[in-house]
């Protein structure tokens, strides 16, 4: 089987050499020409994987229409930002049976598309049915490294759901199904915001008390937003939304988390991506959030504060001091 991963970020090269170390001929393509040709000659992606060396059933290109043409799967890892872009440029050039794999987690912060509206607005109808979704609690440097993981693969067609969970799976790698795109997507893409407030919490020097409390009511307004947006509640149960949250919450490999923790310590968000090389989703996604649960008209306080923090430059504590004195109001979603 011959497959193609698009982006070559830290997450995209894990699951490429993944796939080819189960067999496959795979084609990793990295927007960074450089990084291409370091790639081809070392097997070392030093930007965003260093340590990792790669399989050798495992190419490089720089090449987009060439690296998806004649491809049986074509599995989409970039910034989500760029995902409508990098498809417009490639979907000519899919072959009229690829499954497409979407393993982007995050939301457009101005249309506030999620990545299965992106691939829906861009690509024919008839592709629709069949598109998936992966996501799940996953660190790359670990998946690289050969540790146990378990992650979910969603559609709305069972038999590519199957085949996504067939093409997945390895020993290490475990793949569990799912129909709820909604709340796959949305569990992946939000965690990363309360991720940031998590780090937030223990920079400021918050103990485990704060951190359980960010985690559960997190996952209260991830699931208000997601029954708004049509998504099941018991999907916020699952791998994509407890799971993916309490590991970005508490794992130190977490971007998201480590952004947070500068932030609670008095950086500022300009000095701290500086110092930066890879994506932090959660940056975007909170920004998206904030307008996605204002357009929709859900309550979601931990969202609005890591707003007000990143964007308009609210002191932590004094965020936390708000979020703390809110009206009282029973538990629950």
């Known amino acids: 089987m011959n497959i193609a991963v698009i982006g070559a970020g830290s997450?995209?090269?894990?699951?490429?050499d993944?796939?080819?170390?189960?067999?496959?001929?795979?084609?990793?393509?990295?927007?960074?020409?450089?990084?291409?040709?370091?790639?081809?000659?070392?097997?070392?992606?030093?930007?965003?994987?260093?340590?990792?060396?790669?399989?050798e059933n495992l190419a490089f290109s720089n090449d987009l229409p060439q690296t998806v043409t004649g491809r049986e799967v074509v599995l989409l890892v970039p910034p989500s930002q760029v995902m409508a872009g990098l498809i417009r440029i490639a979907a000519p050039h899919f072959c009229e049976d690829a499954l497409i794999i979407?393993?982007?987690?995050?939301?457009?912060?101005?249309?506030?598309?999620m990545m299965s509206e992106v691939l829906e607005d861009e690509l024919p109808a008839a592709r629709h049915e069949g598109l998936t979704f992966l996501s799940g609690p996953s660190f790359a440097k670990e998946v690289a490294s050969g540790m146990p993981t378990a992650v979910v693969v969603a559609s709305r067609d069972p038999q590519q759901a199957l085949r996504a969970q067939q093409i997945m799976s390895t020993e290490s790698f475990r793949t569990y199904t799912n129909n709820d795109i909604i709340g796959v997507e949305l569990g992946g893409a939000l965690k990363n915001v309360i991720?940031?407030?998590?780090?937030?919490?223990?920079?400021?020097?918050?103990?485990?008390?704060?951190?359980a409390a960010l985690i559960t009511?997190?996952?209260?307004?991830?699931?208000?937003?997601?029954?708004?947006?049509?998504?099941?509640?018991?999907?916020?149960a699952g791998l994509a939304g407890m799971g993916d949250l309490v590991l970005t919450c508490t794992g130190d490999l977490s971007r998201n988390r480590s952004v947070g923790i500068?932030?609670?310590?008095?950086?500022?968000?300009?000095?701290?991506?500086?110092?930066?090389?890879?994506?932090?989703?959660?940056?975007?996604?909170?920004?998206a959030t904030y307008r996605l649960a204002s357009k929709l008209g859900v309550d979601v306080p931990i969202t609005e504060q890591m707003y007000k923090i990143l964007y308009e430059g609210k002191p932590p504590r004094q965020a936390v001091s708000d979020l703390m004195a809110r009206d009282l109001k029973g538990e629950g979603f």
Do not use: C
């Open 102 to 113: 979407s393993a982007s987690k995050g939301i457009e912060t101005e249309t506030l598309r």
């Open 195 to 211: 991720a940031l407030a998590a780090g937030v919490a223990d920079g400021l020097g918050f103990g485990y008390n704060s951190r």
């Open 18 to 55: 993944l796939l080819a170390r189960k067999g496959y001929q795979v084609t990793l393509w990295a927007y960074e020409a450089d990084l291409v040709e370091r790639m081809s000659a070392n097997r070392v992606n030093d930007l965003y994987l260093p340590g990792t060396v790669l399989h």
């Open 11 to 16: 997450w995209g090269t894990t699951l490429a």
């Open 217 to 236: 009511r997190g996952l209260a307004e991830i699931t208000r937003l997601g029954i708004a947006k049509g998504a099941s509640p018991d999907t916020f």
């Open 262 to 287: 500068e932030l609670g310590r008095g950086r500022s968000l300009e000095e701290i991506m500086s110092g930066m090389n890879m994506v932090v989703e959660g940056v975007k996604t909170t920004l």
